[in-house]
């Protein structure tokens, strides 16, 4: 992946200290960090599918709120889930390996590298402003030139939006040299904005939504700030089914996602996943048929 370079013409800063840097990583995973979610205690003979969701770009502030009101939209339109969503990556694949979901939203890489066995199957696939992508920005302060003037830089990003080795693929992305430019992995964007205004890093790996987001609430802090570079287009976190999902819950989840956006709750959901609506995916109208034909018999 190549990114798209914006150029500027300034001198770069002084690289912050490696013990600073881990300072701050301690502190923004500890600190700042959203609390885990205990894991429910669902009853054994409980024979709702389960259904997790882990997204570090596209996550509601309160995950408790969104788990609630999802769970309360999917049920009054037909199927009732057991939903899980996750704050740390840990915690995530740590129940993936444990308690295999039968539906998932997730980065699509999570789906594609096997990490969630076998939940291989895109069956909505949800749309922002007319588009199934997003890209990221890179942002500096003035006084960054080119990419390359972070050679020997940091950058503050959520690093398990691109790949398993999130840090690693950050600096690929912008051909940085793994061995000199470092990444420091924080829990939200917001916290990377946060570092970088406080100079505590060269850059920040950020979507243009938490940049506005945060121009709004807080101009001070990216007031100073510009876009130097962008990632490639990243696939927005669709919903996959699992082999062990019945044909008939498929159905019930496909047409239920299908039918959020027509009514208030459900594009209340929506609202908190940052979507404007889903759409159903070919395999998802293809099983519909299927199901139908078989429901007539």
Do not use: C
């Not at 990632?231 to 239920?256: C, F, K, Q, W």
């Amino acid at each position: 992946m190549v990114a798209t370079v914006h150029k500027t013409n300034r001198i770069v800063a002084p690289r912050a200290s490696r013990g600073a840097l881990l300072a701050l990583a301690a502190l923004l995973l500890g600190g700042f960090a959203a609390p885990a979610l205990p894991s429910p205690a669902f009853a054994e003979d409980d024979t709702r599918p389960s259904f997790y969701f882990y997204s570090p770009d596209w996550r509601p502030g309160d995950l408790n709120v969104f788990t609630e009101e999802l769970e309360n939209a999917l049920t009054a339109d037909g199927i009732r889930v057991r939903f899980q969503a996750f704050a740390r990556f840990s915690d995530f694949i740590q129940q993936l390996k444990s308690a295999p979901p039968e539906f998932l939203i997730a980065p699509s890489w999570i789906a594609s590298d096997g990490v969630a066995g076998s939940m291989r199957e895109l069956i909505a696939q949800p749309i922002r402003a007319g588009r199934t992508v997003y890209r990221k920005a890179l942002m500096t302060t003035d006084d960054i030139d080119v990419v390359q003037d972070l050679a020997n830089g940091s950058i503050a990003a959520t690093v398990h939006t691109l790949g398993r080795d999130g840090e690693s693929v950050v600096l690929e992305v912008f051909n940085l040299d793994p061995t000199t430019a470092q990444v420091v992995a924080v829990p939200k964007d917001a916290d990377a904005l946060l570092a970088l205004s406080f100079g505590q890093v060269d850059g920040a790996l950020v979507t243009s939504e938490q940049f506005e987001q945060q121009s709004t609430a807080n101009p001070k802090v990216t007031r100073d700030l510009r876009v130097l570079a962008f990632t490639p287009d990243i696939d927005l976190p669709g919903v996959y089914a699992s082999d062990t999902a019945t044909r008939e819950h498929r159905r019930a989840m496909a047409d239920a996602l299908d039918r959020l956006s027509g009514y208030q709750a459900g594009r209340n959901v929506l609202e908190m996943f940052g979507y404007d609506e889903f759409v159903l995916t070919r395999a998802s109208l293809r099983e519909r048929r299927v199901v139908d034909r078989l429901r007539r018999r």
